[in-house]
Structures are given as C-alpha cells and as structure tokens.
C-alpha cells in the first residue's frame, strides 16, 4: 500500500520568510500526489496536486510543490510566509495500486505551520 | 455554491453513551467519505459511500459504528457505545464520484464534529 511520510509535525517561519514543508511517498509508480491544508477549526482544503505533466505545481495562495520521483518527494513551498498561512497541511496519496482506490486518500501524519511576526 | 454541511459542530458524551452526526455533501456530490482525526494525526477514511450504497467499510468499527445514506445525499454515522477513543474530529466529505479522472480525489470537506468521550 502507498504511503506518506512528513517530516517534521511542526514547523515554525517567520513572516516573509520562505516556507518549506517536507513530504515523500512509497511508491513503485508514480502516483497521484495532493496537498491539503486544514485551518483551524475547519475542514480540510486542496491546495495543489500533481497528477501527470509538469512536475512542478502551482496551488492556491503563492504555495507550489515539486514532484522529484528519484528522490520519492513532494514537497511544499512558498517564497514568503504570511501569518494567515498558519495551519496544518497534509500530504496525501491514493490509497490503492494503479486505479484501484476508487477516489481514497492516504493522509501523512501532518505538519502544523506558525508564523510569526 | 454551498459546501459540506456537518452537525453537530461539537459534541462531549460519556463512555458507552451513543451519539450521531450528521452530514449534508454538496449538491451533486455522489461519493461521500467519513473520516476520524485523531489529535496529531491525519484523518483516517472510516466509510465511503457512492450515491446510497457502501464502496469501502473495512476501517469501520462496526460493533460500535455505522453510517447510512439512504436516499443518496445526507448521511449520518453513529456510535453506540462510545469509547475513550472514540474522541476525535468526524470529518465529512464529498467528490463528483471516485470512479475516474483525477477529480475522484478531489474531496470537498466539510468543518467536522468534534467528539469528546469522557
């Protein structure tokens, strides 16, 4: 089964500083890779996801992420942090082999963002 | 467009009370997913269902859970007794459908129940 693993479950930045989350996968084929991002007290949210194509992906407020197969990673980044990015992002992949997770979603373990002014 | 409506927003029972929460997806959405967030960790997938039928329950406790949708929309799941462990954030979600494209794992959340067992 495919999973994720993110390194590191808090990382702390300072406002304007770059913001870097980490996230690598097992896989034996490249897969469907997605970022979520969960604000407190809220559901989770897509932020980007890589399917096929260039590897690397712009998502929603200035956050972008590079899919690097020899290295098994994914992860997230954006040039300058905003104290409205505080939240918990979470990496997440296909449950199952080739098609067969029918839309289920493995999660990491996440990585809660603060920044500080 | 109107997104993923759970109730209650917070719920605190004692252990081997019963309690159910409520999920309505977005309009359209036939596949609905149950989550359980433990603290400190990433949700994991309970049910899913597509349209009123079950597509995946293997997570499910099913001594003490279920879930039903059963006109295809709304969906309730239910824990009965409840357990110290059961303490967690119920997340609800929705996609069009998990049958292809890319778009199966799209999944729209919504803000979760916030379960307290003592």
């Known amino acids: 089964a495919q999973s994720v693993t993110q390194l590191g479950s808090h990382v702390s930045v300072s406002e304007g500083a770059l913001v870097l989350l980490r996230c690598n996968y097992s896989s034996s084929v490249p897969p469907y890779l997605f970022w979520y991002v969960q604000y407190p007290n809220q559901g989770l949210q897509l932020l980007l996801k890589?399917?096929?194509?260039?590897?690397l992906v712009k998502g929603i407020n200035g956050f972008e992420a590079e899919f690097k197969k020899s290295e098994t990673s994914f992860h997230l980044t954006k040039p300058s942090a905003h104290m409205s990015d505080a939240a918990e992002y979470f990496c997440?992949?296909?449950?199952?082999?080739?098609?067969?997770?029918?839309?289920?979603?493995?999660f990491g373990q996440g990585t809660i963002l603060t920044v500080h002014p | 467009e109107a997104g993923v409506a759970q109730s209650p927003r917070y719920k605190i029972i004692e252990k081997r009370q019963s309690v159910a929460f409520w999920c309505n997806p977005i309009s359209g959405h036939a596949t609905l997913y149950w989550y359980q967030q433990i603290l400190g960790q990433g949700p994991k997938l309970l049910i899913q269902f597509q349209n009123n039928g079950v597509v995946d329950d293997s997570q499910l406790p099913k001594d003490r859970f279920s879930a039903e949708r059963l006109k295809g929309v709304d969906s309730t799941l239910k824990i009965q007794p409840a357990k110290l462990e059961d303490s967690a954030v119920y997340l609800c979600?929705?996609?069009?459908?998990?049958?292809?494209?890319?778009?199966?794992?799209?999944?729209?959340f919504g803000p979760g129940t916030r379960l307290t067992v003592t």
């Open positions: 997440a992949v296909p449950s199952g082999a080739g098609g067969t997770s029918y839309g289920k979603l493995t």
């Open positions: 979600a929705s996609s069009l459908n998990h049958f292809s494209g890319t778009g199966r794992y799209e999944q729209y």
């Open positions: 890589y399917t096929t194509g260039a590897t």
